[in-house]
């Protein structure tokens, strides 16, 4: 399972390794229109290795909140122009909080948001003094930056979550 072969009769055989594929595969979205890279409902799912499912936590019930607040996001840019609703740090909160404690590379956390990299440094920078998110080196690559939500921003985010209606969170 760590590597994609392919090749043709009159053609040198070419051997991927699983990373390599992965890397392919978001390079190739990164030429989609931005609308389409934007998250959608399995994109959360899909996103972590090994694709685990999300384990049930005790907020679980916030966090799908959180998640049809994203989805209802999502669902609006495709009728109205996302320049209307540009809020790229609640977004950016939204899929860390969403993501419920994993690991989530820079990254990672752009593609989910759809926003360029310069917007996103822009508002992590502001998150950061405000020590909603922390960046961290990732564990298995030190060349990589992962983001986490803080416990500060995880309370706030629970607070926000709980004392919204089920219906109007959906809203976003």
């Known amino acids: 399972m760590g590597s994609l072969t392919s090749s043709k009769p009159d053609e040198e055989e070419v051997v991927l390794s699983a990373a390599d594929a992965r890397q392919i595969a978001r390079l190739l979205s990164l030429l989609q229109p931005r609308s389409d890279r934007r998250f959608n409902d399995n994109y959360l799912k899909d996103i972590s290795d090994g694709a ?3 384990p049930r936590s005790p907020r679980a019930k916030l966090i799908a909140r959180a998640q049809a607040v994203f989805s209802e996001r999502n669902r609006r840019t495709q009728y109205l122009s996302r320049a209307m609703f540009g809020e ?3 977004d950016l909160l939204l899929c860390l909080y969403i993501m419920d404690g994993r690991r989530v590379t820079f990254g990672k956390l752009v593609n989910m948001i759809g926003e360029p990299m310069t917007t996103a440094v822009r508002w992590l920078d502001y998150l950061e003094k405000e020590h909603l998110i ?12 992962c983001i986490e939500l803080l416990d500060r921003g995880r309370d706030i985010l629970d607070s926000y979550f709980a004392s919204s209606p089920d219906k109007s969170q959906a809203e976003g």
């Open 52 to 54: 685990k499912p999300f």
């Open 88 to 90: 790229p740090a609640w």
């Open 134 to 145: 922390a960046r961290r080196p990732d564990p298995s690559d030190r060349r990589m930056v």
